[in-house]
């Protein structure tokens, strides 16, 4: 966002209040304006969310309307439809609907149509994203355009450096979780969820420590707490629980502002997840030359290349995902061959400033877009 403030564009950023809200304004250098709004549906709360967010449209007179996740694309893009934005575009970061079934996956199924039929252009994150959306026929392909190789804003090459690991950082972190130099780290990065793949993730780790007695699990994130179940732990069963809380070997930082810091402190990340639209986890690695194991689903498979970029196994597949993760514990080698292919691969494709500068690339040509098509009506 700063970028693009900086860059000819006034960004006002719409989103709901908390406490992350002041660190936005401060890095992002632009408005941030906050309304009531709520990720579980509720008819009630979103009439009284689409109200307001009328209200503020009409006041602010946006030229461009730019939605992200699922529900805010809803709600964003029906307000920007009453008030006849010019241009209103919606951004794909994943679909829920790829893990729901029944009467859930409908809703969800005819909401994503509704935004995408209310949008002048639907960017999703990913190409394998796109052709998820095209082969369920959920969006015309003529409205479909990705940003960029795709991502929601790349990755800060700077802040995600490979040479973390080789200063005092490295050393500072994997003492604090009693690791010595000898130790393996396999670091996980999201939110702790079900269909983040923790419970194969778990399953995995427990045979693995059973043979390496120096291997260890960081998961670096927290429990999701509004998830796709609506439940503190979002699916987790007791067992995965019980070993969650009380593995030696394994610990969970909870929310953390420096993940790189703590992947600095790691030799192999792990990404078992069972959909993602992009994923910011397998970028941070990369750009930190780490090697990954991944599953074969979009947004993951955009990033990591078997055998090249990381090792990809099926989703749910606790078995292929302990083999893949034990190859890259035994060869040292093959770990620092897969993570500097995968830095050369997100620093050509993903970083930061090659988003950015598309994006407001993008932007221009949908205002001069419109702006030709509006004379031409005259």
Not at 344 to 361: G, K, L, P, Q, Y
Request: proline fraction near 2%; hydrophobic fraction near 40%.
């Amino acid at each position: 966002m700063r970028y693009l403030n900086e860059n000819g564009f006034e960004i006002k950023i719409v989103c709901s209040d908390g406490p992350e809200v002041q660190s936005v304004k401060e890095s992002e250098g632009c408005s941030v304006l906050t309304i009531p709004f709520s990720r579980k549906i509720s008819l009630k709360t979103d009439i009284i969310t689409i109200y307001r967010l009328v209200l503020l449209l009409r006041k602010i007179k946006p030229h461009i309307v730019h939605t992200h996740t699922s529900k805010a694309g809803l709600i964003g893009m029906i307000s920007a439809f009453l008030v006849r934005c010019p241009i209103r575009i919606h951004s794909v970061p994943g679909l829920q609907m790829m893990e729901s079934k029944g009467l859930r996956r409908l809703i969800l199924n005819l909401s994503e149509r509704l935004t995408y039929f209310l949008s002048d252009v639907v960017c999703p994150n990913s190409k394998s994203l796109k052709e998820y959306i095209l082969n369920h026929k959920m969006c015309s392909s003529e409205k479909i355009r990705i940003i960029g190789c795709g991502s929601s804003s790349g990755v800060n090459l700077d802040k995600y450096c490979m040479h973390l690991k080789k200063t005092s950082t490295r050393k500072s972190i994997r003492g604090r979780f009693c690791v010595d130099d000898n130790g393996i780290v396999i670091a996980f990065v999201g939110r702790i969820s079900k269909e983040k793949g923790i419970h194969e993730l778990v399953e995995s780790f427990v045979n693995l420590s059973k043979r390496y007695a120096n291997l260890y699990l960081l998961l670096i994130g927290k429990y999701d707490d509004i998830g796709e179940y609506d439940t503190i732990n979002d699916g987790i069963d007791n067992d995965t629980k019980n070993i969650l809380n009380n593995n030696a070997r394994l610990n969970i930082t909870g929310w953390v502002e420096d993940v790189e810091n703590y992947l600095a402190a790691s030799d192999i990340v792990v990404h078992p997840s069972y959909r993602e639209g992009f994923s910011n986890a397998l970028l941070q690695a990369g750009s930190m030359g780490l090697p990954s194991v991944t599953t074969n689903v979009s947004g993951c498979i955009d990033v990591i290349k078997d055998g090249e970029t990381g090792l990809v196994v099926s989703p749910k597949d606790s078995v292929a995902l302990e083999k893949a993760l034990e190859v890259l514990i035994l060869d040292k080698d093959k770990r620092v061959e897969l993570g500097l292919n995968a830095y050369h691969h997100v620093a050509a494709n993903f970083a930061s400033n090659i988003i950015w500068e598309e994006t407001a690339r993008f932007y221009t040509d949908m205002l001069k877009s419109r702006l030709m098509h509006a004379e031409g009506r005259l």
